[in-house]
């Protein structure tokens, strides 16, 4: 395959800013800004347009990497970057009050993409909370039909980032 | 972000500029992080989307010009089949959005609109 866009999308604070900045060769488009809601005890700066890098896997394979701001009310971009993307990453920040919840609202924001291209799921910042753990994301999913693969990540890591998204490409590979 | 009477007194300057200007439509002045702060309309327009995505578009705009290294982003004009939108800085934190319908009147609504963005920034500079 040539080129292969996909997108970051999730809960804001997940890392889709700090995975995209971590991975890309060139130097990352960002569009974050100073928080002024109650988003900003937690974060400082948050993304209202995208992210944009692009990488290259170990076997050549280029990757156009697009990240979409991460509350609801920005989805008018999240339709807007969706466009001929391939895949689409969700991070989930697990250290979030509600990480399930956060997971269902872009599961059903998503889930034509998600049923017509390939997706997996990240979940983020384990580190700060285990709870919930992996199985119960599983189970999560199987209520909702739904087949994805589920990793743990630490975005600010590059090899773990790219590792998810190797298994990514091949799932696409595979569809393709 | 704004205190109450802050919201108020931005709102006012908002209605001077639409009693002013008979051509601007809408006025909306949002947080660059997409949160409305004041409008003002003299149709029913869905202000509070426009106000985020108003942020949007000021972000991509600052983004550009930083790219091409031209300095700051003045403003952000959108020519349309039925009107014209202006996007421009207040401050480093807020964004005004203005509009007309009329098709011929983008001096007018860049002025009225730049001289009505100076005056929330120096309201709020001073309160
Ligand atoms: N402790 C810890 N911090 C992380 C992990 N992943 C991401 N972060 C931090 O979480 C924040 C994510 O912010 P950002 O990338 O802007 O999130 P976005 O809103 O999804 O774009 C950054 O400060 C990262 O350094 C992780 O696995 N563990
Ligand atoms: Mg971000």
């Not at chain 1, 400082?44 to 394979?61: F, K």
């Not at chain 1, 285990?130 to 990540?153: C, T």
């Amino acid at each position: 395959m040539k080129e292969i866009k996909l997108v970051f999308t999730g809960s804001m604070g997940a890392g889709k800013t700090t995975a995209i900045s971590a991975l890309s060769e060139i130097p990352v488009i960002n569009t974050d800004v100073r928080a002024t809601d109650e988003a900003a005890l937690r974060k400082e700066r948050t993304t209202v347009a995208m992210d944009y890098g692009e990488m290259t896997l170990s076997d050549g394979q280029k990757l156009r990497l697009y990240g979409t701001p991460g509350q609801e009310r920005f989805s008018y971009m999240w339709k807007i970057l969706m466009e001929g993307a391939l895949g689409l990453i969700i991070l989930v920040d697990n250290a979030g009050e509600h990480p399930l919840q956060d997971l269902d609202l872009y599961l059903t924001h998503f889930r034509q993409y998600i049923d017509s291209t390939s997706a997996v799921i990240g979940v983020t910042r384990m580190d700060m909370a285990e709870q919930p753990g992996l199985d119960e994301y599983y189970d999560y999913l199987a209520q909702k039909e739904l087949q994805l693969p589920i990793f743990s990540v630490d975005v600010r890591d590059r090899d773990n980032v790219v590792m998810m998204l190797e298994a990514l490409v091949a799932m696409l590979e595979f569809a393709y | 972000m704004l205190s109450n009477l802050e919201k108020v007194q931005t709102t006012q300057l908002l209605k001077s500029l639409l009693q002013n200007t008979s051509e601007i439509c809408a006025a909306v002045v949002t947080t660059l992080d997409g949160h409305l702060c004041a409008k003002e309309q003299r149709d029913e327009y869905a202000l509070e989307r426009l106000a985020t995505m108003g942020s949007t578009l000021m972000s991509l705009g600052d983004t550009i010009t930083a790219e091409l290294k031209m300095g700051a982003c003045r403003n952000i004009i959108s020519e349309n089949e039925g009107g014209i939108v202006a996007f421009m800085h207040i401050n480093q934190d807020l964004v005004l959005v203005t509009l007309t319908q009329q098709l011929n009147a983008l001096g007018m609504l860049l002025a009225h609109s730049r001289r009505c963005a100076a005056e929330i920034a120096k309201l709020l500079h001073n309160t």
